[in-house]
């Protein structure tokens, strides 16, 4: 840990020393505010922007000490002001944003020389709606004529850690950075969902409770993190400052309930070290009682506590796991190593809160690159753990004699039916694996490989075989005017209503990517599956598809591949007919129907 620390401070930068005024230059499409602000404590939040003009011309404000925006959690209102010069003619319009989401209340003062105060406000005590933009960070438009020097008053006011990372960004350099930042969040969870829905399928196959609570931990803290990146409050309860303020301090208390509760289960404390075992049940009554009183106290009371309690419980997980070590449990190894990542990742994160360390990607990100890391070690100790589990039965049969023989056979059989069940959920793995996520059809690899058994019947049998090729009309054009949840609707829609008509004429229906479709009609000549296609044409185009408060219409054009039974070709040169006449059914207007042409067959 002292390691940890001692190279987060080797990668601090050095104190910048706060300017007077800051020049916007052509081409820098972005600014961190630190080196130019300066800031004054208003301990009784009681002032104006003029009055505080009146303490910066009295060199009453500082610059940010050693550099760093964090302050812990302070009572009363930080204003921080730094003077402003468009040099950029291109760039009128910039956004202010304050990377941290917690804020209560954030307000800005613009003002040009000779002017007058122009007043924004945000922060999660005002309606997710206020922000400039939709985005889990305060934000704010700011108009920057060129060559006016323009005084920047922000006031900040909040029962959360005080951190005021203020970044000033053009719109395209906002959007690409919003955009880089959103991916990383995507990654992050996804790899909790699918650690979730993973040992979610364990679980229902094994009924092993550390499975179960594994799953509480991975869903108390990803909410733990949704609300501290603000997305909880841009997704779910955008309207209900009541819910930002309780969020942070009682996802943090039931995150660490599932936490303690899983050493509990996993070490096995109650056998193995009942000292140990009383500590983590004191620590999980402490969290309970702290997340009930977290909906009554107040924020700047309830939040710091809940804090300031992770450490001591990460601690403890730490010191039961080295106890379950010492004492010959092997699983415990990895285990220990995992919370140790989540410890250093946890630990950086909270002295950032209390304005301990800097603000940098390391300590800002602590906790999601710890808690990722500690996340997947602990599946795999998991995993090492039924390993370990299965070995001590095996053990348990080769030492066994005769007088526990009964035993012996009851513990095999246990193991069997675990194994059974295992099969069960990744035979049912398989299967989803089969099929496409968003509309419940076959995917394209498992079609490609079902079209190749079918070509080799067909061979063999001598009998027809008829390949669809299907377009939904104009998609693109749907997704800009819906949205792509519409869009989705609309292909979930489509794909039902072709695969009835498939099913019915015995055929198989598969998304083969995007807003296409392929369909295997075995058995069907060319005239048949032209009328098959024309029936599932007229399926889709029946009516329209209802998405929420709209109607949608609809449309499919399709191409059609019947195979000689003399002259059977690969699945690729079927799927490339089939999409030659496709191509040939949009061209022709599109929501129709096109076979292969006789000279194109030939």
């Not at 591949?561 to 490339?576: K, Q, T, V």
Request: aromatic letters at 12%; charged letters at 20%.
């Amino acid at each position: 840990m002292w390691l940890l620390f001692g190279l987060v401070f080797l990668w601090t930068p050095a104190p910048a020393v706060a300017q007077s005024t800051l020049t916007l230059h052509p081409g820098v499409p972005s600014y961190g505010l630190d080196a130019w602000l300066r800031w004054y404590h208003d301990d009784q939040a009681s002032r104006d922007p003029d009055s505080i003009m009146a303490k910066l011309a009295e060199g009453l404000f500082d610059p940010l000490p050693n550099g760093n925006p964090t302050f812990g959690f302070r009572r009363g209102a930080f204003w921080f002001h730094v003077r402003i010069v468009n040099g950029d003619p291109m760039e009128p319009r910039w956004l202010l944003v304050q990377e941290y989401p917690l804020s209560d209340h954030i307000d800005i003062y613009v003002r040009p020389t000779g002017g007058y105060w122009v007043h924004q406000a945000s922060g999660d005590q005002l309606p997710f709606r206020n922000r400039a933009i939709r985005y889990r960070h305060p934000n704010f438009r700011i108009d920057l004529p060129h060559g006016e020097p323009v005084d920047l008053l922000v006031r900040v006011q909040s029962e959360s850690s005080m951190q005021v990372p203020l970044r000033l960004f053009t719109q395209a350099a906002f959007t690409e950075q919003a955009r880089d930042a959103q991916l990383g969040i995507g990654l992050y969870y996804g790899v909790l969902l699918a650690l979730f829905f993973y040992n979610l399928i364990l679980w229902a196959s094994l009924r092993d409770a550390s499975y179960f609570w594994y799953m509480f931990h991975i869903a108390g803290f990803g909410m733990v993190l949704f609300c501290l990146n603000g997305l909880a409050f841009e997704y779910l309860w955008p309207n209900s400052t009541w819910l930002q303020d309780r969020c942070v301090p009682v996802s943090i208390c039931i995150a660490q309930v599932g936490m303690q509760q899983f050493t509990r289960d996993f070490l096995g404390l109650r056998n193995l070290w009942r000292s140990g075992d009383r500590l983590c049940q004191g620590m999980i009554v402490f969290f309970v009682l702290w997340g009930i009183a977290s909906l009554f106290i107040p924020y700047r009371i309830a939040t710091p506590v809940a804090s300031a309690g992770v450490l001591p419980s990460v601690a403890l997980i730490v010191a039961v796991s080295l106890v379950a070590n010492r004492r010959g449990y092997e699983p415990a190894r990895m285990f220990l190593f995992a919370w140790f990542m989540f410890l250093a990742g946890t630990t950086a994160f909270t002295l950032v809160a209390f304005g301990i360390l800097p603000k940098l990607f390391f300590t800002e990100y602590g906790v999601q690159i710890g808690s990722a890391l500690e996340m997947i070690l602990l599946s795999f100790a998991l995993a090492y753990r039924y390993a370990a589990l299965r070995n001590e039965n095996e053990r348990i049969v080769k030492d066994a004699n005769e007088q526990l023989e009964i035993k012996v056979e009851e513990r095999t059989a246990e193991l069997s039916r675990a194994l059974d069940q295992l099969a069960s959920a990744n035979t049912r793995l398989q299967e989803s694996n089969q099929r496409d996520s968003l509309t419940g059809i076959y995917n394209r690899h498992y079609f490609h490989e079902l079209l190749e058994r079918q070509l080799y019947d067909a061979r063999e049998d001598l009998q027809h075989l008829a390949v669809l090729m299907i377009d939904l009309d104009h998609f693109k054009r749907i997704n800009d005017t819906y949205g792509h949840l519409v869009g989705d609707e609309c292909l979930r829609a489509a794909a039902a209503r072709m695969s009835a008509v498939v099913a019915a004429h015995g055929g198989v229906l598969a998304r083969f990517g995007g807003e296409e479709f392929v369909a295997a009609l075995p058995g069907l000549d060319a005239a048949q599956a032209v009328a098959v296609a024309e029936e599932v044409r007229a399926s889709v185009a029946a009516e329209p598809v209802a998405a929420g408060a709209d109607l949608v219409k609809v449309t499919v054009s399709i191409g059609v591949h019947a195979l000689d039974a003399y002259r059977i070709a690969g699945p690729d040169d079927a799927l490339r007919r089939a999409d030659e006449a496709l191509y040939s059914a949009k061209s022709g207007g599109r929501n129709c129907v096109r076979p292969v042409l006789a000279a194109m067959d030939a």
